[in-house]
């Protein structure tokens, strides 16, 4: 089994600064990427931010420039720093990961998702 453990949500004014973290624990073998996921009021979950085992990291439009992702691969833990927040990103932040783990000696793909941290950016 794979836990994903998310922390840093909260409330901060505009152009403030967030950082979030997100653990994963359990019977992992290797992570590919991780990367975090963002849903607003009425709107459908969408990507902000992921980065592979490698490096090799991909964002939203609405967040370049203002966000950053980053991994520490012997923690098997992803960050998302955030600065120059804006009202619009306001939302629960879910991380997800994509990995491989073993069952009963044969490997396999999950992709897991963490319980969400509420990013409230308002006066």
């Known amino acids: 089994q794979v836990q994903l453990v998310e922390s840093g949500g909260g409330l901060v004014q505009p152009g403030g600064s967030l950082r979030l973290s997100c653990a994963a624990s359990?019977?992992?073998?290797?992570?590919?990427?991780m990367g975090w996921y963002r849903q607003a009021p009425g709107n459908e979950r969408e990507l902000v931010a992921a980065i592979t085992s490698g490096g090799i990291t991909n964002s939203a439009d609405s967040v370049k420039g203002r966000f950053t992702i980053s991994r520490d691969n012997a923690e098997n833990t992803v960050y998302l720093q955030m600065n120059f927040l804006k009202p619009e990103d306001t939302a629960v932040y879910y991380c997800?990961?994509?990995?491989?783990?073993?069952?009963?000696?044969?490997?396999?793909?999950?992709?897991?998702w963490g319980q969400g941290t509420l990013v409230t950016v308002s006066s």
């Open positions: 997800n990961a994509r990995l491989n783990t073993v069952v009963d000696g044969v490997g396999k793909f999950l992709e897991v």
């Open positions: 359990g019977s992992i073998f290797s992570i590919n990427a």
